[in-house]
């Protein structure tokens, strides 16, 4: 995500003697708005349609055939990463008012290795999910389709029905497509949503200021989720929303939680995207 991601990963990737992309796509999401400056000659680009290796492409090799390759291959060994220290994060206690990162910070807590698949909405907790420490993740980041999140939820179920999902989702994508999680309770599906609510489209608010019509009704998120069958609750502190999780957790329904956000608090990627597009827009 070059400069507005971390520094650490920037370094790493952009030093790096060989850079490996499997099915990438280079956009101005992935790219910190084309700040990431990965050299030419050093990259292997492997996607649906063609390979690429530094300047040659190789227009009847897919992905898959090299998926394949490299998985049958005796000359591919596994290396160690080197660790890298993590930069300080602060800490929330437990009974202070939610922000994006004490949400992700939860998430983490709570998640088990092979018992749930992540899927974020487009919006802050799709950038907040940067520190998601998660085995299986769904996004939207190369389009960026407001609205992903509850559907994905439903097909991610679908597909992989021995693990529970989890969906991030913003109090602006729900409205968009959030009465499917009645097709959610038809199917006997129990996703666990996160509905980030901070009352506004919160990523263009960070980029163009707090403007009237970037605010969005206040609804009562949980009765409209019960009205579908499931349950929920709202919670404004991080001990209510680690409660809330366990809760969640034992639910045989699909549960909401719906997580009451500073409309000013965006995650720590998110502020640096918005700086860099505030840069930009200035005469």
Not at 29 to 47: C, E, H, Q, W
Not at 115 to 122: A, K, P
Not at 151 to 162: R, S, T
Not at 228 to 246: D, H, P, S
Request: proline share 5%; glycine share 10%.
């Amino acid at each position: 995500m070059g400069q507005v991601g971390s520094e650490a990963a920037r370094k790493t990737v952009e030093s790096a003697d060989c850079v490996l992309m499997l099915g990438t796509f280079l956009t101005d999401v992935n790219t910190g708005l084309f700040t990431a400056k990965i050299d030419r000659a050093k990259l292997i680009s492997a996607s649906s349609e063609e390979v690429v290796v530094s300047y040659h492409r190789y227009p009847g090799v897919s992905l898959v055939d090299l998926i394949d390759y490299l998985l049958a291959s005796g000359e591919v060994r596994s290396h160690s990463l080197f660790s890298v220290a993590e930069p300080e994060r602060p800490k929330g206690r437990p009974g202070v008012r939610l922000e994006p990162f004490t949400i992700i910070e939860e998430i983490n807590r709570f998640l088990q290795p092979g018992r749930y698949i992540v899927v974020s909405d487009v919006g802050d907790c799709l950038y907040a999910s940067v520190d998601l420490r998660t085995d299986h993740f769904l996004g939207p980041g190369y389009y960026n389709s407001m609205g992903f999140g509850i559907p994905a939820a439903i097909a991610a179920g679908l597909a992989v029905p021995e693990r529970r999902i989890i969906a991030f989702v913003g109090d602006g994508g729900f409205l968009m497509t959030g009465m499917e999680l009645g097709t959610a309770r038809r199917l006997g599906l129990n996703p666990i949503i996160i509905l980030w609510n901070n009352g506004c489209y919160g990523t263009l608010r960070a980029i163009g200021g707090a403007k009237p019509y970037f605010d969005l009704p206040s609804l009562d998120y949980v009765a409209i989720a019960r009205s579908m069958g499931g349950n929920g609750v709202r919670v404004e502190t991080r001990r209510q929303f680690r409660q809330a999780l366990e809760q969640a957790g034992e639910s045989q329904t699909f549960f909401l939680i719906e997580a009451m956000l500073p409309a000013d608090r965006m995650s720590r990627t998110w502020q640096r995207i918005a700086a860099e597009v505030r840069s930009r827009l200035q005469p």
